[in-house]
Nanobody, 121 residues
Framework: QVQLVESGGGLVQPGGSLRLSCAVS????????LRWYRQVPGKERELVAA????????YYPDSVKARFTISKDNAKNTVSLQMDSLKVEDTAVYYC??????????????WGPGTQVTVSS
């Protein structure tokens, strides 16, 4: 059974930093596409970082580029999201996603339950 569990969310002031972690079990992060999404009420879920199993190429949308960094630890089977220079508009529930390309993963992969990040003074 595949399970993803996020941690590290919380309240932070604008300009601050947070590091989110996602503990993965049941599949290998080394062989999977890994992504972080975020969602605010009333809006679609937004991709904020992606790391693909081939090579070390990462993707970030312009809204978070140079502020967010995705990484993985193959030994611990975790994926992290370092968020710096946080802005009020980064407030959202953040979700970890992993996709090993298997039939069981389906078209959208596996999801964690999410962790709340609130950026406020």
């Amino acid at each position: 059974q595949v399970q993803l569990v996020e941690s590290g969310g919380g309240l932070v002031q604008p300009g601050g930093s947070l590091r989110l972690s996602c503990a993965v079990s049941g599949l290998s992060v080394g062989n999977s596409a890994l992504r972080w999404y975020r969602q605010v009420p009333g809006k679609e879920r937004e991709l904020v970082a992606a790391l693909y199993s081939v090579g070390t190429v990462a993707y970030y949308p312009d809204s978070v580029k140079a502020r967010f960094t995705i990484s993985k630890d193959n030994a611990k089977n975790t994926v992290s999201l370092q968020m710096d220079s946080l802005k009020v508009e980064d407030t959202a529930v953040y979700y970890c996603n992993a996709d090993d390309g298997s039939t069981a993963a389906g078209p959208n992969g596996y999801w964690g339950p999410g962790t709340q990040v609130t950026v406020s003074s």
